[in-house]
């Protein structure tokens, strides 16, 4: 049986490969699965190399209905990443195949990676950087994180990582907010966490960030109206989804000074190729790269591997893997 592998950096080490072969699967040759993220792969090109695959493990490629039905013997599809919004999941069961995801994988990298986000927007660590390299000697006046609020949107695994870190490490407030009733009580009494509702939270927050699936409900969360409840003072970081936030009402807030500034990891189209925000010198921008560490990268391959053996070789998945059974 053949597995297709197109997620970005999955033969950066060899053991995932090993994984899959030891299980006498055969790894199928493709120009993927390299530096380069597979979201720009073509629909046609998509079909092509699905040919002769019972298996996939993708990053962000698109995997719609019409790759999905020109795909028979396609039997499960293994997103690296908590994400899944680039696969039609309802056209996948309709198929039988099953779509798996890697929880936990990268929890710590992206929770490191938001900190370290909070930490530039509240020091102007970019300014202060670019104020350098072009021949100026200014020290930019920030902010204190101790004792500031933090408003989390979105409180999983990723969430309750950020708010680990802010609490024991900078002693900031933290606000949780929950789209489903899903708390969990005893991480509450353990790290005096306060849920609120959506508009009390970007009212409260000196930071706001986005920890959310995208999904029907979450897609453009944060649009104009949102963000005319942030204080002016407050930064926005999202490592998310980009679709969540109307990115045409962020660049204007930004622009405007309406908030102080963001940071922003994810964008509605990526690869990013031109964006009214990269002009902007209070926003931050990256390449989706929060979960790129060694570490994360490696652990969610070798889950992403382990999750096709399980459903080619009949195996039972782990609870919350399979996202549509």
């Not at 900190?115 to 100026?136: F, K, N, P, V, Y």
């Not at 949102?226 to 936030?245: C, D, F, H, Q, W």
């Amino acid at each position: 049986m053949g597995v297709l592998i197109t997620a970005r950096h999955f033969f950066m080490d060899n053991a995932p490969r090993k994984l899959i072969e030891s299980a006498g699967l055969e790894v199928l040759p493709t120009p993927h699965g390299g530096s380069t993220d597979d979201s720009g792969i073509s629909e046609e090109e998509m079909i092509g190399l699905l040919e002769n695959a019972e298996a996939i493990i993708a990053g962000n490629a698109r995997l719609g209905r019409r790759v999905i039905e020109a795909s028979p013997r396609l039997k499960v599809i293994s997103c690296r990443g908590v994400g899944y919004d680039g696969v039609d999941v309802p056209a996948a069961t309709e198929k039988d195949i099953t779509v798996t995801i890697t929880p936990g994988a990268v929890d710590n990298a992206v929770a490191d990676y938001t900190l370290g986000l909070i930490i530039a927007l509240a020091r102007r660590t970019l300014q202060s950087d670019h104020s350098l390299r072009s021949g100026l000697w200014e020290a930019f006046v920030g902010m204190d994180l101790y004792g500031k609020t933090l408003g989390i949107i979105g409180f999983g695994r990723i969430g309750k990582a950020v708010a680990r870190r802010a609490i024991g490490g900078f002693e900031m407030k933290v606000l949780g907010m929950r789209r489903d009733r899903n708390r969990d009580a005893e991480f509450v009494l353990q790290w005096g966490v306060q849920y609120v509702n959506l508009q009390e939270l970007l009212r409260s927050s000196d930071f706001v960030s986005i920890h959310l699936p995208l999904t029907d409900q979450t897609r453009q969360l944060i649009g104009a109206p949102e963000l005319e409840l942030m204080k002016p003072s407050a930064y926005l970081i999202n490592t998310a989804r980009g679709a969540i936030v109307d990115e045409k009402a962020i660049y204007e807030a930004l622009g405007s000074h309406r908030i102080a500034g963001a940071a922003l990891d994810v964008f509605t189209e990526e690869p990013l190729r031109s964006s009214p925000l990269t002009d902007l010198d209070n926003v931050i921008v990256t390449p989706h790269m929060a979960g790129y560490t060694w570490e994360a990268q490696v652990g969610s391959n070798m889950q992403a591997a382990q999750n096709v053996i399980d459903v080619l070789t009949g195996r039972p998945v782990p609870e919350g893997v399979a996202v549509n059974e």
